[in-house]
């Protein structure tokens, strides 16, 4: 395997309301890898202090494909091309990381990066080597930190779609399809941002 790894992971293909959203994320050789975890599995704080230590020291990309992408191409598709968007977002702050940190440039060319995606699919079209693997979230800190980022970006989104779209209560179970979630859609109709294509 190349010296360094990329880890995939996206928040968002289980829910009936809101996008799908990805990370892309490189850890430093020196970082806290006893920070993280699958992000589920992580408390809210330790998810946050997890997230702040990877934005602050990781070189990551992060990315959204909204529902109305989710019901044109489907959910894996739409959960494949925002990890894809998430490298991109990655390589665009590539440069900058690597000088910030007084790193090699030649040590992270494409040639020398490969993929870990989280599942049993590979994004699309990316510039560099990629495997899927199952369970990738608990068994590699950089798709456990991709884990982190994704989940936290996500939820953060949800709870400002609830203060926009009061009633479906997207703050607490962040478009998840739920009971309260269904109901509120059998009485109050489709919020703007639910996925039409999903079964209810």
Sequence with gaps: MSSVIVGFDEAGRGPLAGPVCAAAVILPQNFPVELLNDSKKLSEKKRLAAEAAVKQKALW??????EKTIDKMNILRASLYAMKLAFDDLLKKK??????????????GLDKIQGIADGTFVPPELPIECEAVVKADAKFHQVMAASVLAKTARDRFMVEMDKKYPGYGYAKHKGYPTAAHKAACRELGPSPIQRMSFTY
């Design 95 to 108: 440069d900058e990381w690597i000088k910030n940190n007084g790193l090699a440039a030649a040590d992270y």
């Design 61 to 66: 990309g992060l990315a959204f494909v909204d």
